[in-house]
């Protein structure tokens, strides 16, 4: 893929992506542009903290509150995990249980297990088990592709 940068001293910022046909890697340059820097705001305690995404290991619903997981905190967040899998709907997080987002940055290895699961090593030495139903995307999303 050919880019070309542009410096400007004044107007607005702005990004151009032309295309032949629609790749995974085009793919991908669309996601990272339309999501941005968001940011997210959960709680711990009762103080609220703003959250960035490239923070985040995973994030996990239990008992029906879900919770986002730093490298040092754990914090309550009042959306529901279907709305964070949407909100977070880029190439580096993946739903990789019913229950659990994962932040693919944050893998530090991988190892295969019976039944067609993976078990995930998180940068924290956390493991993560991505369950039979989302393997096969999650290979699929390692190799480049989007998962379904």
Same mark, same amino acid.
């Given at each position: ?38 940011? %997210? ?10 959250? *960035? ?30 709305? %964070?899998?949407? %909100? %977070? ?7 990789? *249980? ?13 190892? *295969? ?17 991505? *369950? ?17």
């Amino acid at each position: 893929m050919k880019f070309t940068v542009i410096k400007i001293a004044e107007g607005e910022d702005e990004v151009i992506l032309k295309y032949r046909s629609m790749t995974p890697e085009t793919e991908r340059m669309i996601h990272l542009l339309q999501s941005g820097s968001k940011r %997210l705001v959960g709680m711990k305690g009762k103080t609220q903290v703003v959250l *960035s995404k490239s923070e985040i290991l995973y994030i996990e619903s239990v008992d029906g509150k879900t919770f986002a997981y730093t490298q040092e905190d754990v914090l309550r967040l009042e959306d529901t995990l279907s709305q %964070l899998e949407h %909100l %977070l709907n880029d190439i580096n997080f993946f739903r990789c *249980s019913k229950s659990m987002i994962l932040n693919i940055d944050k893998v530090k290895c991988l190892r *295969s297990l019976p039944s067609n699961r993976i078990d995930a090593t998180m940068c924290n030495g956390e493991h993560i088990l991505i *369950s039979r139903t989302y393997a096969s995307d999650f290979r699929k999303r390692l190799k480049g592709g989007r998962a379904q």
